[in-house]
């Protein structure tokens, strides 16, 4: 993660970033209504998962692949560096 920002001031810009781009951004892992959770992992960086409702993630799988398009292009004109994690459910932001 980026040195020059704290883990709590980067989370907090992600937030941000992501509801003036019209999200629902709802607190640590385990969002809400389908909406974005957004935390700090300490040994990635700030975490950023969109769900379905639970069990819908097969039936939506296109749905989720256009949400992490979404987030990925917000997230980087943003200026943040951005990863997908291995298996394509989370993106890991480290500045």
Do not use: C, K, Q
């Not at 970033?17 to 209504?33: E, I, K, M, R, Y």
């Not at 957004?38 to 950023?48: C, E, L, N, T, Y």
């Not at 819908?56 to 987030?71: H, N, P, Q, S």
């Amino acid at each position: 993660m980026d040195s020059a920002l704290g883990a709590g001031e980067l989370e907090a810009r992600v937030r941000s970033v992501l509801s003036d781009a019209g999200f629902s951004v709802g607190p640590s892992p385990g969002s809400t209504d389908g909406g974005l959770s957004v935390w700090h992992d300490p040994a990635r960086g700030v975490v950023v998962a969109w769900d379905a409702t639970a069990g819908e993630l097969t039936r939506y799988g296109i749905v989720r692949t256009a949400v992490r398009l979404a987030l990925n292009a917000v997230l980087r004109h943003a200026g943040h560096h951005v990863e997908e994690d291995p298996n394509g459910l989370e993106l890991v932001v480290t500045s």
